[in-house]
Nanobody, 117 residues
Framework: QVQLVESGGGLVQPGGSLRLSCAASRSIFSFNVMGWYRQAAGKERELVAIILSDGRTTIADAVKGRFTISRDNAKNTADLQMNGLKPEDTAVYYC???????????WGKGTLVNVSS
């Protein structure tokens, strides 16, 4: 089974940038959807961004224009570039991989992003 490991989280000031990376232990080529989700304290986990095998992306309205998602099937990675960070972006960010044909739905353990002055 593929394992996902997130990295790149940390403390950043409002207006700053971070780049989160999701590294897979095996090929992500077969996964139709790679995504980033986040969960703030006391809140439900929510979609941040997803990228399909063909490169099409969906970005949540709350981060549109500030965050971008990319995937590199050759490197087995999916990255989230976060610019213009706001305190309300503070959350644990999770990487996800989903495959249609067998319903495989893999989650990483998350990385904490703390936006604070």
């Amino acid at each position: 089974q593929v394992q996902l490991v997130e990295s790149g989280g940390g403390l950043v000031q409002p207006g700053g940038s971070l780049r989160l990376s999701c590294a897979a232990s095996r090929s992500i080529f077969s996964f139709n959807v790679m995504g980033w989700y986040r969960q703030a304290a006391g809140k439900e986990r929510e979609l941040v961004a997803i990228i399909l095998s063909d490169g099409r992306t969906t970005i949540a309205d709350a981060v549109k224009g500030r965050f971008t998602i990319s995937r590199d099937n050759a490197k087995n990675t999916a990255d989230l570039q976060m610019n213009g960070l706001k305190p309300e972006d503070t959350a644990v960010y999770y990487c996800n991989a989903f495959r249609y044909y067998d319903g495989a739905n893999i989650w990483g353990k998350g990385t904490l992003v703390n936006v604070s002055s």
